[in-house]
Antibody, heavy 117, light 110 residues
Framework: QVQLQQWGAGLLKPSETLSLTCAVY????????WNWIRQPPGKGLEWIGE???????NYNPSLKSRVTISLDTSKNQFSLKLTSVTAADTALYYC???????????WGRGTLVTVSS | QSALTQPASVSGSPGQSITISCTGT?????????VSWYQQHPGKAPKLMIY???KWPSGVSNRFSGSKSGNTASLTISGLQAEDEADYYC??????????FGTGTKVTVL
């Protein structure tokens, strides 16, 4: 059974860089797009971006200037970096596997990232 | 790229049917047959319920069904059950290899 396990720093100061990693266990890394989505406390979901096994990326235009998604195929892991964070970036960040177009069929448990001075 | 518009809340009694709308534009919902729906219980990750407008992932009850007309997609829950009480989000392909989520709808079972 494929599982996603994610981790990263949970408390950041404004202007720092958010860094999260998601590991894929029990399944193939290739053939899928691997996504990051976030959810501010009490609010809705926002798509951040995705990467495939070849390293091809797609990003939300509103975040594109600050976001980098990368992968380490040797470890079946992919990562998210978001630079120059502000309080508005405080959210629960999820990693997920896209199984079809716009269909995120497998999700991690989420990592809460708080930005506060 | 603006969030798709959903009603903030929808309610129904057990056994009834309810429908949640998801309104976008011709650039997203109206332009592609790539709309998905997610169910999210409190403190849990979202769960895929419908994809490609009206297809079911393995293991999802057929009490959930999807449709689309023009720039508006809809999720219908038939035979409403207490366990269906959750937040629901639509998601659409928005062109340019990007995706956009809806604003979310809280479903209450009376």
């Amino acid at each position: 059974q494929v599982q996603l396990q994610q981790w990263g720093a949970g408390l950041l100061k404004p202007s720092e860089t958010l860094s999260l990693t998601c590991a894929v266990y029990g399944g193939s890394f290739s053939g899928y797009y691997w996504n990051w989505i976030r959810q501010p406390p009490g609010k809705g979901l926002e798509w951040i971006g995705e990467i495939n096994h070849s390293g091809s990326t797609n990003y939300n235009p509103s975040l594109k200037s600050r976001v980098t998604i990368s992968l380490d195929t040797s470890k079946n892991q992919f990562s998210l970096k978001l630079t120059s964070v502000t309080a508005a970036d405080t959210a629960l960040y999820y990693c997920a596997r896209r199984v079809e177009v716009a269909a995120l069929g497998l999700w991690g448990r989420g990592t809460l990232v708080t930005v506060s001075s | 790229q603006s969030a798709l518009t959903q009603p903030a809340s929808v309610s129904g009694s057990p056994g009834q049917s309810i429908t949640i709308s998801c309104t976008g534009t011709s650039s997203d919902v109206g332009g592609h047959d790539y709309v998905s729906w997610y169910q999210q219980h409190p403190g849990k990750a979202p769960k895929l319920m419908i994809y490609d407008v009206n297809k079911w992932p393995s293991g999802v009850s057929n009490r959930f069904s999807g449709s689309k007309s023009g720039n508006t997609a809809s999720l219908t829950i038939s035979g409403l059950q207490a366990e269906d009480e959750a937040d629901y989000y639509c998601c659409s392909y928005a062109g340019g290899r990007t995706y956009v989520f809806g604003t979310g709808t809280k479903v209450t079972v009376l």
